[in-house]
Nanobody
């Protein structure tokens, strides 16, 4: 499956952005979908993930209450609504697709397919 992320940009602290990730070439509803981010000089880290049917979502503690993940299986897309952005949210955000099990949904190694990333810059 191919993934194309979009929606990144530059915002001031407290602002909002909505990331989108469009999937093609596979059966989208068969995949758990996740968002990861990588800040300069840091390792890629888990941000959020959503189950195949969209009924359950998972978040890193650092974004809980501020970010919301959703998906539209009819549109083969997953979204990340980011509110109350902080400078520490600055990173390249990647969407990813996993055929793994639920217990590994937050594990980077569970994801087989990755998008190219979209840059989010939050200024103070």
């Amino acid at each position: 499956v191919q993934l194309q992320a979009s929606g990144g940009g530059s915002v001031q602290a407290g602002g909002s952005l909505r990331l989108s990730c469009a999937a093609s070439g596979g059966t989208f509803r068969n995949y758990y979908m996740g968002w990861f981010r990588q800040a300069p000089g840091k390792e890629r880290e888990f941000v959020s993930a959503i189950t195949r049917d969209g009924r359950a979502a998972y978040y890193a503690d650092s974004v809980k209450g501020r970010f919301t993940i959703s998906r539209d299986n009819a549109r083969n897309s997953v979204y990340l609504q980011m509110n109350s952005l902080k400078p520490e949210d600055t990173a390249v955000y990647h969407c990813a697709a996993s055929t793994g099990v639920l217990s590994t949904i937050q594990s980077l190694n569970s994801y087989r397919f990755w998008g190219q990333g979209t840059l989010v810059t939050v200024s103070s």
